[in-house]
């Protein structure tokens, strides 16, 4: 089941506030990004983040799955908590460096 245009619009109102937030159609899904940083893997119409040290304790309880096959583990972010959502998805952005261009 594909991410629907309403899921992903969900996504980006219960982060706003904290950033510049676009998202992008990637893989037949979408990747959220704040201030330009990739910070949110949505696909099937749920939320994922990276498994990194900085939300380690405040993810400790949230379920896992990988977003696509072939991909790591992720944390499930719980999207219907904006509040939660916020405070994770700074931290991620603080440790998340701009990806480099591409060359053509």
């Not at 219960?14 to 949505?42: A, T």
């Not at 896992?64 to 904006?82: Q, V």
Request: proline share 6%; net charge neutral; with cysteine.
């Amino acid at each position: 089941m594909a991410t629907t245009n309403e899921f992903i619009e969900y996504v980006c109102e219960q982060i706003n506030g904290i950033g510049d937030i676009r998202y992008k159609k990637m893989f037949g899904e979408y990747m959220v990004y704040l201030n330009d940083k990739p910070v949110i893997i949505v696909c099937d119409n749920t939320a994922f983040v990276k498994q990194l040290d900085c939300i380690k304790e405040e993810m400790k309880n949230a379920q896992t799955g990988c977003p696509y096959k072939g991909a790591k583990e992720h944390y499930i972010l719980d999207i219907d908590s904006p509040d939660f959502c916020k405070s994770i998805i700074s931290k991620i952005e603080q440790v998340t460096p701009i990806p480099k261009p591409r060359k053509k």
